[in-house]
């Protein structure tokens, strides 16, 4: 007589129970096969910009859905734009004033909306155009850096016609250009076609942003534990504005104060490190006009630029190398005495007999072509010292 083993039916809740450990065991395998890189950075600096760019050219960019999400964003920065240069105008020293009696009108009915309107209507939309083309509101524009402004002001406002179509759909460069404060950890996964220098296959990138507010910063400790690369942005154009949360505190001074902490964190010892020198666009534009780092960075005067990084009378160029040094001489500190977290609750001492490496790339966040060329290089390096760091060579 053969008997058979009575098998017990699941109740539905064991069925989830038993669902949800199987998915926490493939996350896990993921997980320990990717390649987690963090963006850390002050607020705008421009790593958000950065993970929808990993979209765009890693998985799928935005659906028809997600783009009509982003109406309401790109309509509302661009009232924030106009609304801030507005409220502005009068309050400049010296102040200035709208060129006509019709754009002051013009003023008005934008302020009497508010900093958070939300439906615009046809005849919002020529008050907007009109106060764009007003050469007070124009100057106003050009003096940004004394206030709080959007960087992408000028993108949106350029774009007015298309942006009050009613049949608008924005385009890959209104998604990069539009701005939300990240105030939760994002995350973006997507893979990489490796060079046949290493191996054939994919590899799987975990990418993690985080909020660059002073507020936000305080959660940037729970996605410490195993990252391989930090990617720091720094937005090099502001070397001559202040914090939104600190009107006193340069924010380029802010964001170097930042990188030395984060350079030194015992938790990102053994983390790579790449700083992405961004928004060259605005800061090629700033200089161009006449703006000069020396103001807000004295030993600007007394910097030379190498003969390798171009003609020293280039003041664009001489700029962004001195930033860039700027950050290079934290990372050329010896610390004498390190401190590893190995495991939780567990650190080790030693001192540090070597320099550690940190590579750095001129970035502009919302130029797809540029941020594919230095992922390109960014994703072969990290590749290759993951490889190295695991005793495993690449192939010539």
């Given at each position: 007589?053969?008997?058979f083993?009575?098998?017990?039916?699941?109740s539905?809740?064991?069925?989830?129970?038993?669902?949800?450990?199987?998915?926490i065991?493939?996350?896990q395998r993921?997980?320990?096969?990717?390649?987690?890189?963090?963006?850390?950075?002050?607020?705008?600096a421009?790593?958000?910009?950065?993970?929808?760019?990993?979209?765009?050219?890693?998985v799928?960019?935005?659906s028809?859905?997600?783009r009509q999400?982003?109406?309401?964003?790109v309509r509302?920065?661009?009232?924030?734009?106009?609304?801030?240069?507005v409220?502005?105008?009068t309050?400049?020293?010296?102040?200035?004033?709208?060129?006509?009696?019709?754009?002051?009108?013009?003023?008005?009915?934008?302020?009497?909306?508010?900093?958070?309107?939300?439906?615009f209507?046809?005849?919002?939309?020529?008050?907007?155009?009109?106060?764009w083309?007003?050469?007070?509101?124009r100057?106003?524009?050009r003096?940004s850096?004394?206030f709080?402004?959007?960087?992408?002001?000028?993108y949106?406002?350029?774009r007015i016609?298309?942006?009050r179509k009613?049949?608008?759909?924005?385009i890959?460069?209104?998604i990069l250009?539009?701005?939300?404060t990240?105030?939760?950890?994002q995350k973006?996964?997507?893979s990489v076609?490796?060079?046949?220098?290493?191996?054939?296959?994919?590899?799987?990138?975990?990418?993690?942003d985080?909020?660059?507010?002073?507020?936000e910063?305080?959660?940037?400790?729970?996605?410490?534990?195993?990252?391989?690369?930090v990617?720091?942005?720094?937005?090099?154009?502001?070397f001559?504005?202040?914090?939104c949360?600190?009107?006193k505190?340069n924010?380029?001074?802010e964001?170097?104060?930042?990188?030395?902490?984060?350079?030194?964190?015992?938790?990102?010892?053994?983390?790579?490190?790449?700083?992405f020198?961004?928004?060259?666009?605005?800061?090629k534009?700033?200089?161009?006009?006449?703006?000069?780092?020396?103001?807000q960075?004295?030993?600007?005067d007394?910097?030379?630029l190498?003969?390798?990084?171009?003609?020293?009378?280039?003041?664009?160029?001489?700029?962004?190398?001195?930033i860039?040094?700027?950050?290079?001489?934290?990372?050329?500190?010896?610390?004498?005495n390190?401190?590893?977290?190995?495991?939780?609750?567990i650190?080790?001492?030693?001192?540090?007999?070597k320099?550690r490496?940190?590579?750095?790339?001129?970035?502009?966040?919302?130029d797809?072509?540029?941020?594919?060329?230095?992922?390109?290089?960014?994703?072969?390096?990290?590749?290759?010292?993951n490889?190295?760091?695991?005793?495993?060579s690449?192939?010539?």
């Open positions: 007589m053969v008997l083993k009575c098998m017990r039916t699941l539905p809740e064991e069925k989830l129970s038993k669902e949800l450990d199987q998915d065991k493939q996350w993921n997980y320990d096969n990717s390649i987690k890189l963090l963006l850390l950075g002050t607020g705008d421009g790593k958000t910009t950065i993970i929808k760019q990993m979209r765009i050219l890693h799928q960019g935005y028809d859905k997600e999400d982003y109406i309401d964003i509302g920065n661009l009232h924030d734009a106009i609304y801030s240069l409220s502005h105008l309050l400049m020293e010296p102040s200035l004033d709208f060129q006509d009696d019709d754009s002051e009108i013009s003023g008005n009915y934008i302020l009497a909306m508010g900093p958070h309107a939300t439906i209507s046809e005849e919002y939309y020529d008050h907007v155009q009109r106060l083309e007003d050469l007070g509101i100057e106003c524009y003096r850096n004394e709080q402004l959007i960087d992408s002001a000028k949106f406002l350029d016609y298309e942006i009613e049949n608008y759909v924005p890959d460069q209104d250009h539009s701005k939300q990240t105030i939760e950890i973006v996964e997507f076609n490796v060079s046949k220098n290493f191996y054939n296959g994919t590899q799987e990138f975990w990418m993690f985080v909020g660059g507010q002073r507020g910063r305080k959660k940037w400790i729970q996605v410490f534990e195993g990252i391989h690369a990617l720091f942005v720094v937005a090099c154009s502001d001559d504005q202040n914090l949360e600190d009107n505190q924010r380029l001074k964001s170097i104060t930042l990188f030395t902490d984060v350079w030194n964190s015992r938790f990102l010892v053994d983390a790579g490190f790449i700083v020198l961004n928004k060259q666009d605005i800061l534009d700033k200089i161009e006009s006449g703006k000069d780092i020396g103001i960075f004295p030993e600007y007394d910097y030379k190498s003969s390798k990084d171009g003609n020293s009378f280039d003041h664009y160029y001489r700029t962004r190398c001195f860039r040094d700027t950050f290079v001489k934290i990372t050329q500190q010896k610390r004498d390190v401190t590893k977290h190995i495991a939780p609750g650190t080790l001492n030693y001192e540090e007999t320099l490496d940190c590579y750095y790339h001129f970035t502009t966040a919302t797809t072509d540029n941020i594919k060329t230095v992922f390109d290089d960014v994703h072969s390096m990290i590749i290759e010292t490889l190295r760091n695991s005793g495993v690449g192939v010539e």
